[in-house]
């Protein structure tokens, strides 16, 4: 079963209707031929907030606009999420429009935004998203129809997106938005939680999956050895102590509320901005720049590797070196491609140090290493 709500037309224009599936639990706060507010419930994984949908029919009229965004400012400095989204018949910037006569709106719709403290929802599909459908001259497009949100609904739906479709049967762009929770498309990378050491089961998952062969190429047997070894733990982490990722997800947006995080368009960009600045100064910072011929220097010089020095570096790796050397890396330090740390080597020496030992003295006789190595 479902409900409705509906503003009437006025002859063929205006009129606005929602429609939702009663299960949903949204109920009407107000509405008017401009804009419908709803009270609902937005949910994410196993936690559920109250907040705000906005549904806009913008008139073309400033004086018309002001109360309008003054509602929508209101419900969205509050601190839950709210989502905006409709047709704002403003524009953006110069880019959003295409034909016609200059829009003089642009920086009063800006100052709306960061009134509202709200982010644009990112987009795909078509630009421009309503068409005079004329031809010629005569022949206007612009993006007007948006969707927002405060920065309580990004946190809570960080992959969210809006969906402009086709032109069908109408002159404006039909929208879907998708709260996307968490990314479906994303493949996760595989990474040994230092958690995982505390289980028992752990070192037995570890010793089935090993296979201490003695092969022509001991860096392939490596490298299969902690493919098998990585999916068996996954398998075995999802079935045994659940999702972690979505454990901290929970733990990450409670304390968001708790702490009351508050934020607004203008200090998200500043942030960026720094971040910039920062990425830019390490990168002139250890950029090469300048001649780099060296060899008048280097001609200057004297040798401080001994011949004795030198045999001692062509001598033979033994796994007594090969295990200090191990040791002596941070347990917790971050892993190589293959998603495997050194706590990992640490804690399970005994069952897979003879496997790395043979890969690494492989190395060093042959010189060739397999990518994805750590």
């Given at each position: ?43 994410a ?13 913008a ?9 309008i ?79 927002f ?18 032109l ?12 996307q ?7 996760y ?90 990425e ?11 001649p ?8 200057a ?6 011949q ?6 062509q ?42 030992c ?17």
């Amino acid at each position: 079963m479902g409900d409705a709500y509906y503003v009437d037309p006025v002859g063929r224009s205006s009129g606005l209707a929602i429609w939702w599936n009663s299960a949903t639990g949204l109920s009407i706060l107000n509405g008017n031929k401009n804009l419908i507010i709803v009270e609902g419930t937005f949910s994410a994984r196993v936690l559920s907030y109250p907040g705000f949908l906005c549904f806009v029919y913008a008139p073309h009229d400033a004086a018309s606009r002001s109360p309008i965004w003054n509602a929508i400012i209101q419900k969205s400095s509050l601190n839950v999420p709210c989502f905006i989204v409709g047709d704002l018949n403003l524009i953006g910037s110069s880019k959003d429009k295409e034909g016609g006569y200059h829009i003089c709106h642009i920086e009063k719709f800006q100052n709306f935004i960061a009134s509202a403290s709200i982010l644009e929802v990112p987009y795909t599909g078509l630009y421009f998203t309503w068409s005079n459908q004329r031809c010629g001259e005569a022949f206007i497009r612009e993006r007007i129809d948006r969707a927002f949100g405060n920065i309580n609904l990004f946190e809570l739906y960080p992959y969210h997106c809006l969906l402009h479709k086709p032109l069908i049967g109408s002159d404006q762009v039909p929208l879907i938005y998708c709260s996307q929770s968490s990314s479906s498309n994303k493949c996760y990378w595989f990474c040994f939680e230092s958690m995982w050491t505390t289980h028992e089961d752990c070192e037995t998952i570890v010793r089935e999956a090993w296979l201490n062969l003695c092969t022509d190429n001991n860096l392939q047997t490596l490298k299969n050895n902690l493919s098998i070894c990585a999916r068996k733990l996954k398998q075995w982490s999802k079935c045994s102590l659940g999702n972690n990722r979505k454990l901290i997800d929970c733990y990450a947006r409670e304390l968001a509320v708790i702490q009351g995080l508050r934020s607004t368009p203008k200090t998200i960009l500043r942030e960026h901005q720094l971040l910039q600045d920062l990425e830019d100064h390490f990168m002139a910072l250890f950029q090469s720049s300048g001649p780099r011929d060296l060899e008048e220097a280097v001609s200057a010089l004297n040798p401080v590797v001994s011949q004795e020095i030198n045999n001692k570096l062509q001598t033979r790796v033994s796994t007594e070196e090969i295990y200090r050397a191990t040791k002596q890396l941070g347990g917790l330090k971050a892993p190589g491609e293959d998603g495997f740390s050194s706590i990992f080597y640490h804690k399970y020496w005994h069952l897979v140090g003879d496997s790395v030992c043979k890969a690494i003295s492989y190395f060093f006789e042959t010189g060739h290493m397999l990518p994805k190595i750590n």
